[in-house]
């Protein structure tokens, strides 16, 4: 079973800081997802990714598949970022068995 | 496209009841699964998927059955309720299972249940 770490566990920042948010993880993947998750429960895919790097505004994904990580990356933090980013994994065998989920990263940005 | 509803939004049973938690997608996603989300541990998976008539099991399936009549729509039943199981649970689709890059995953808005 795959074990997926993130860290920090909790993090606030001012609002304009630069975010930075790890996940790490022990078995080979064939893809990794951020997701996002707003007070109120909804959870919502940032980005999809499998190797490099993908930008969309603000938000930047990377990751390492040989050092098994993958960064999420917040520029120009505001208020509305706060909620709690997801890292979750698929299998490489394909994922029919589901994602494995880190425990999440609690983020408040201050005004 | 309505993406992925669940009913209800919010539940509270007494142990030993039965109850079935509703989740249907209008994107003709192959792939369905629920998962529970509990504080303090990541999301967990019950049971999944990959197409009308077959379902397996995932990390969690103890006390929980599913069925896949439909492409639309992937109920998952609560047997005999217990407070163990209190928990926000999770329904998502997506396209296929994965394959060599995964695929886009679509959440519903949850179902918070409580079992007394």
């Known amino acids: 079973k795959n074990e997926v770490e993130q860290s920090p566990q909790n993090l606030t920042a001012q609002e304009g800081e630069f975010i930075t948010i790890n996940c790490s993880y022990s078995v080979g993947i064939s893809a990794l997802h951020w997701l996002q998750q707003h007070p109120g429960g909804g959870i919502v895919s940032l980005f999809m990714l499998s190797s490099g790097k993908k930008k969309h505004g603000r938000l930047i994904a990377t990751i390492n598949i040989q050092e098994k990580h993958s960064s999420l990356h917040i520029t120009a933090s505001h208020p509305r970022d706060s909620a709690v980013y997801i890292c979750?994994?698929?299998?490489?065998?394909?994922?029919?068995?589901?994602?494995?989920f880190g425990k999440g990263t609690h983020l408040i940005i201050q005004p | 496209n309505a993406g992925v509803t669940q009913t209800p939004k919010f539940q509270v049973l007494k142990t030993g009841q039965s109850m079935t938690l509703q989740c249907a997608q209008d994107?003709?996603?192959?792939?369905m699964s629920w998962y529970r989300q509990d504080p303090g541990m990541g999301l967990r998976l019950i049971h999944y998927?990959?197409?009308?008539?077959?379902?397996d099991q995932g990390e969690v399936p103890n006390g929980y059955n599913v069925s896949r009549s439909t492409t639309e729509d992937f109920p998952l039943r609560l047997l005999s309720a217990a407070p163990s199981q209190t928990s926000v649970y999770f329904c998502?689709?997506?396209?296929?299972?994965?394959?060599?890059?995964?695929?886009?995953?679509?959440f519903g808005p949850g179902t918070r249940l409580t079992v007394l």
């Open positions: 994107m003709n996603h192959e792939y």
């Open positions: 998927s990959v197409g009308a008539g077959i379902t």
């Open positions: 998502a689709s997506s396209r296929t299972s994965g394959g060599a890059r995964g695929y886009e995953q679509f």
């Open positions: 979750a994994v698929v299998g490489s065998g394909g994922g029919a068995d589901g994602l494995t």
